[in-house]
């Protein structure tokens, strides 16, 4: 690795630094701005989601995007607090302290930093590649499940009704049922009020701040609203200060306790940040480098909890309105992280004056923005297998353990994913020898119904042989050799990328079974790095390097003079030049 290869791995934003002009700093200040106004409502409502003081999701959204920016790969992406991994923080803390407390501040932040320590080693391991094994289908179904949860953990802010803490996600709508009569009209009527004008400002314009004109609504209705009732509570003054240091806790035993849970989380914040910023660089026909975003988010998280930030990951809606506003380089991010900081110092006293209310109505808000109706229709529409992954990580999390809802839906996604690589298509050739085209050729007789060779048969591999296919590409030898008596099998394997020891090792056996009936295995067209592993492993001086050809013309020439001339002799198909 030469002196600037190493200093462009070790400080990637030097590839992207050179790109900022005037022109761009003036368009990234600007995106920066909008992307600050946004998150300031977002911020306050991913930490009340998350179980922690409200200056928590603000503390994220100033540290997490500057760090992520300088060391991940997109051009678009915005880190910082997000509903997902604010639900799953909340979910993996709340079983070992209250909310809200010193003791799971001090928790979620450990928990942020052993969950950048993962996504860190992923990064360096260069495993970004692991993503495409996951299908976004498995984020697709948490956050729909995540979105009622979400939801259903407002139902008290915005009724009144008293709902015991830590209450299942079917027994929270019991206990709604049974003191319907406890509601609270002033409450509910500010949280609707909060709703409504925040979807109508969406409507009218998109670049409008929707959720923070709903929540200054919700806050004027509250004032007005006070007297008349005792119930309406305020959010409280956020400190007006900068993200402050902090430390998480790094006794074993805490470690030991968080460390399942920390892994959910960097699995989660990982597919959530590589899949947003490729549906971004879509748009911006940007190449997106996985393990890169990897190391970005890895160590904005580590960063984040030395600076009182919960775990964080890429924000869809940010970063398209990161994308949208017109910025040119990951500045605009960082720009949104710094003007956010003086906003903060600003108006944090004006804060006092917010209802817990009007949070819950924008935290219904984005909870219904959460599920992905396009996506989910199109999923059951058109894939048995994709229904699957995202009904059960659905339904998981509404009912099991969020980290297992994660675990379960990945889990899933890669048996599927395995059990299709597992049956590759094998596709039966015949030489078709049309008059119009003078050139023979071999194409798959289910295109087009061709006379086939009694003793030799031409298949084509379209997949890899591993240890997960070898069985199926063994019981299709089988067939042939039980039901058509045909021993002598010839395989063209332009299409295998690969074949691994467990493969190489079926394949000679299949080969001696053969050599018993007076047949054989033969291959044409390996690709050269097949070839090479085939030549390493010894598996061509196994079967023999006479069993190896080129070309299927050679092949067929050298194959035919192993044929039994007693069935030649009686043939009627003359398939083959040699046939003649």
Avoid at 102 to 110: G, M, N, P, S
Avoid at 375 to 381: G, S, V
Avoid at 400 to 419: D, T
Avoid at 529 to 556: L, M, N, P, T, W
Wanted: charged share 15%; glycine share 6%.
């Amino acid at each position: 690795m030469t002196y600037k290869l190493a200093l462009k791995f070790i400080f990637p934003f030097l590839t992207w630094f050179r790109l900022v002009t005037p022109q761009s700093l003036k368009a990234d200040v600007m995106a920066g701005l909008t992307g600050a106004v946004i998150v300031l409502p977002q911020g306050v409502a991913f930490a009340t989601i998350a179980g922690l003081p409200p200056e928590y999701g603000l503390y994220t959204a100033m540290v997490t995007p500057i760090v992520a920016a300088l060391f991940g790969s997109s051009f678009h992406l915005v880190s910082g607090p997000t509903t997902a991994i604010s639900i799953v923080v909340f979910s993996a803390i709340s079983h070992h302290a209250d909310p809200g407390t010193q003791e799971f501040v001090t928790l979620a932040l450990t928990l942020t930093f052993l969950a950048g320590v993962y996504q860190l080693a992923f990064g360096i391991a260069r495993l970004g590649v692991l993503v495409n094994f996951v299908s976004h289908t498995v984020v697709i179904g948490f956050t729909a499940g995540a979105a009622i949860l979400i939801a259903t953990s407002q139902m008290k802010n915005i009724t009144g009704i008293q709902i015991p803490r830590g209450e299942s996600f079917l027994h929270t709508w019991m206990d709604l049922y049974q003191r319907i009569g406890d509601l609270n009209p002033y409450i509910l009527v500010i949280a609707i009020a909060t709703l409504l004008v925040a979807v109508l400002t969406k409507r009218i314009s998109a670049r409008i701040p929707n959720l923070l004109f709903g929540m200054i609504t919700g806050g004027v209705l509250a004032l007005f609203l006070k007297d008349h009732t005792d119930g309406i509570s305020f959010l409280g003054e956020i400190p007006a200060q900068l993200p402050p240091l902090s430390s998480p806790a790094f006794s074993f035993q805490t470690i030991k306790m968080l460390a399942p849970e920390a892994f959910a989380v960097a699995l989660l914040g990982l597919i959530e940040a590589v899949s947003i910023s490729r549906a971004i660089a879509t748009r911006s026909s940007q190449r997106i480098d996985a393990s890169q975003e990897f190391i970005g988010q890895g160590l904005s998280n580590i960063a984040g909890s030395f600076f009182s930030s919960y775990a964080g990951s890429g924000s869809f809606t940010r970063s398209g309105i990161n994308y949208e506003a017109g910025a040119k380089t990951p500045l605009s991010a960082i720009f949104a992280a710094i003007i956010l900081m003086v906003i903060v110092l600003l108006i944090a006293p004006l804060t006092a004056y917010l209802p817990i209310a009007a949070m819950g109505g924008v935290i219904l808000l984005v909870a219904w923005n959460l599920i992905d109706f396009h996506h989910i229709r199109q999923i059951l529409t058109f894939s048995k297998s994709e229904s699957a992954i995202l009904l059960t990580t659905f339904f998981a999390t509404l009912f099991l353990e969020l980290e297992f809802a994660i675990y379960l839906g990945v889990l899933l996604s890669l048996v599927l994913f395995l059990a299709k690589t597992s049956t590759p298509e094998i596709v039966t050739l015949s030489l078709d020898k049309s008059p119009e085209d003078r050139r023979s050729k071999f194409i798959d007789i289910q295109k087009k119904p061709l006379k086939q060779c009694p003793q030799l048969k031409t298949i084509r591999i379209d997949m890899s042989i591993y240890f997960g296919s070898i069985d199926y590409i063994q019981q299709r030898i089988t067939r042939i050799v039980d039901n058509e008596r045909i021993h002598h099998i010839l395989i063209v394997a332009s299409g295998i990328n690969f074949i691994d020891l467990s493969g190489a090792e079926a394949l000679v056996a299949e080969n001696k079974r053969l050599h018993k009936l007076g047949g054989g295995l033969y291959f044409v067209g390996l690709k050269p790095s097949v070839y090479e592993f085939a030549a390493r492993s010894c598996f061509i001086k196994q079967i023999g390097s006479d069993h190896f050809f080129d070309s299927k013309r050679v092949a067929i020439h050298e194959i035919y003079k192993r044929l039994d001339r007693e069935i030649c002799s009686t043939c009627n198909v003359l398939l083959f030049r040699e046939c003649q």
